[in-house]
């Protein structure tokens, strides 16, 4: 069936308001340039970097479908549009940091036992903290700055702020900071307090998004481990179809704003939704024919939970098992920049992962942005 087909079916189900919407998005292109579905894909390679360990934590208050009843919700049609059982609520004494926190705590702690080293001694090599949110503690200082804090040591900190790819964004960073030996240990996390980013009134975008972090811990790998293939993009012309208007130096927050709601997402639920599925079934087939692979030599897939359907229509577009396809989003529902290490972490304690296997990752998401690569594991 064909591509577009698919998603225009698709797409029409949403979470979405009832009038038509348009990929193009021409207020932000320049005459004569095309749609903003039309990316190119640039490939790169970068091997000589591995995962030694995963962490992942998730704030304990569940929150179901039947819990947003309140707000006039009907749990069926939730999981119909969006696959989505349940979320994560960070409690109001809880920061993005203290989520990064202990999703940190628990990756290195794995990594010390299989390293032989403790705790402290692990944390004193790390000699960078790459972190990815959108939802900082605070505009300074930054999120990762708060988080070496509370670990310790001496590692330089910096946030990445590309939203829901942020993670893929932040693992090309650490890597290459591990291919020129320039680090020993890079911890990169995604973190994510995404609750208190949706308005309880917006019924496009309420249900679609939890609370929680994900860590990972890069050190040196032979040539044959890393990024076997990766592709980072954006394309800003797509700005506006999803953002938070509100809180920063173009439009600081009042009043009168805050009573519009600009402090929270604004999405174009059915424009994002096609340019998702267009944009990776495109990306995944540049960056897994630059490896030299095909789509059958692919142990597993780990996409950014956004959508069932968007999931569902990349694999059904793209012939991938459903077997090797991550979903954890029935549970977590969209954690934006913690989805992808969320996913992995619990692929790994599942033993779905073994060393020298191929996992394709994919983010994609706010900006607009994106980042897809292979890494042999």
């Not at 069936?1 to 698709?10: G, S």
């Not at 009832?18 to 390679?45: F, M, N, W, Y």
């Not at 032989?116 to 959108?134: H, N, P, R």
Request: net charge negative.
């Amino acid at each position: 069936m064909n591509l577009e087909l698919i998603v225009d079916a698709m797409a029409t189900n949403v979470l979405t308001p009832a009038e038509p919407a348009t990929l193009d998005h021409e207020p932000r292109a320049e005459p004569g340039v095309k749609a903003a579905i039309s990316i190119a894909h640039r490939c790169a390679q970068l091997t000589g970097a591995q995962v030694l360990a995963c962490g992942s934590y998730v704030p304990p208050e569940v929150v179901t479908n039947d819990d947003l009843a309140v707000h006039g919700y009907d749990s069926d049609w939730i999981v119909q549009r969006t696959g989505i059982l349940e979320r994560r609520r960070a409690g109001d004494n809880l920061a993005a940091s203290d989520l990064a926190h202990e999703a940190a705590l628990n990756c290195l702690r794995k990594a010390s036992v299989s390293e032989g080293a403790s705790l402290q001694e692990l944390i004193d090599k790390i000699d960078l903290i790459v972190l990815a949110t959108m939802t900082p503690d605070s505009p300074i200082p930054s999120t990762a700055c708060q988080l070496q804090r509370r670990l310790g040591g001496r590692a330089a900190a910096m946030d990445v702020g590309a939203a829901c790819a942020g993670f893929m964004y932040g693992l090309v960073t650490g890597m290459q900071f591990i291919k020129t030996a320039t680090a020993r240990r890079v911890l990169v996390v995604g973190t994510e307090v995404m609750t208190r980013t949706v308005d309880p009134a917006d019924k496009k975008t309420f249900p679609l998004f939890g609370d929680g972090a994900g860590a990972v811990l890069l050190g040196p790998g032979t040539e044959e481990q890393g990024l076997l293939s990766y592709s980072l993009g954006a394309d800003g012309r797509g700005a506006d179809l999803l953002c938070i208007p509100g809180g920063g130096s173009r439009e600081p927050l009042t009043a009168e704003t805050i009573n519009a709601g600009h402090q929270f997402i604004h999405m174009d639920g059915r424009a994002v939704f096609k340019w998702a599925v267009n944009l990776l079934a495109d990306s995944i087939r540049t960056v897994v024919a630059s490896a030299g692979l095909t789509m059958a030599d692919l142990n597993l897939v780990i996409l950014h939970q956004a959508n069932r359907r968007n999931l569902d229509a990349a694999a059904d577009t793209l012939g991938i098992a459903p077997e090797r396809l991550v979903v954890n989003l029935d549970r977590y529902g969209n954690t934006s920049a913690a989805s992808i290490p969320l996913a992995l972490d619990e692929t790994l304690a599942a033993n779905r992962l073994q060393r020298g296997n191929l996992v394709l990752l994919s983010g994609f998401g706010a900006g607009l942005s994106w980042g897809t690569a292979v890494l042999r594991w």
